[in-house]
């Protein structure tokens, strides 16, 4: 007896907002079991221990890792938005009903969890540059602005900490990018290659059943 499929809920798994995205990436993996995640974390607290023990400034640290953010992250979130335009562009109508059947046990398919992990990572890296952005501002129209030292360097304290774990998490994510694209590009390749082994295989049972 075939599935009866509920129509309002088949929307809700197709919904194009944050809360379906973020629900589709966590089925796939959640966030915490990443090493993309943890080695983002890892780095931050290394390059906190570093300024403390050298005791850098974390305004000046602050300020050049915006700058940084500001001049290489446009140019990364291009790259991964040329990613995401192959995924969904270049596919034929063949390989797509192969990809969109859904991964048992998930309810979510192949093609699902490899465009939420373009989504998400592309989210994370235009997040970077928001912050960067806002930061910068803060920095500029706060410079005649005079706090507490010890406010002043918890601030700064918190504020390098914010910036410094989404700038690292955005550039380690292209890893996961590029793993991304290889994956979808062995995908293709099966899909491509069995579609010709079973035209050949064709081909050859009706040479066979020409021969007398």
């Known amino acids: 007896m075939p599935n009866i499929i509920d129509p309002e809920e088949y929307k809700k798994e197709h919904k ?4 379906t995205l973020l629900k589709i990436y966590w089925n796939n993996k959640p966030i915490w079991k990443s090493y993309f995640f943890w080695t983002a974390i890892v780095l931050t607290l290394i390059s906190q221990v570093v300024i403390v023990l050298t005791s850098a400034s974390f305004y000046d640290s602050i300020n050049y890792v915006a700058n940084q953010m500001m001049s290489i992250m446009p140019n990364i979130l291009g790259f991964n938005l040329g990613g995401y335009v192959l995924l969904i ?21 192949l093609f ?14 235009a997040s970077s540059i928001l912050i960067g952005y806002m930061i910068m501002g803060i920095m500029n129209l706060g410079a005649n602005i005079f706090l507490p030292v010890e406010l002043a360097r918890t601030i700064n304290f918190i504020g390098f900490i914010l910036l410094n774990f989404i700038s690292l998490y955005s550039l380690i994510l292209i890893g996961q990018i590029v793993i991304n694209i290889f994956n979808f590009g062995q995908i ?13 295989f064709e081909e050859d049972e009706k040479q066979k059943n020409k021969r007398p």
């Not at 562009?89 to 398919?109: C, F, R």
């Not at 699902?112 to 890296?125: D, G, P, R």
């Open 16 to 19: 194009g907002n944050l809360k």
């Open 89 to 109: 562009g270049l596919n034929s109508q063949n390989i797509l009903d192969e990809i969109t059947e859904p991964v048992k046990p998930s309810k979510y398919s």
């Open 112 to 125: 699902q969890m490899q465009s939420s992990v373009f989504a998400f990572s592309i989210l994370v890296q």
């Open 188 to 200: 293709l390749h099966f899909f491509v290659r069995l579609e010709r082994l079973e035209k050949e």
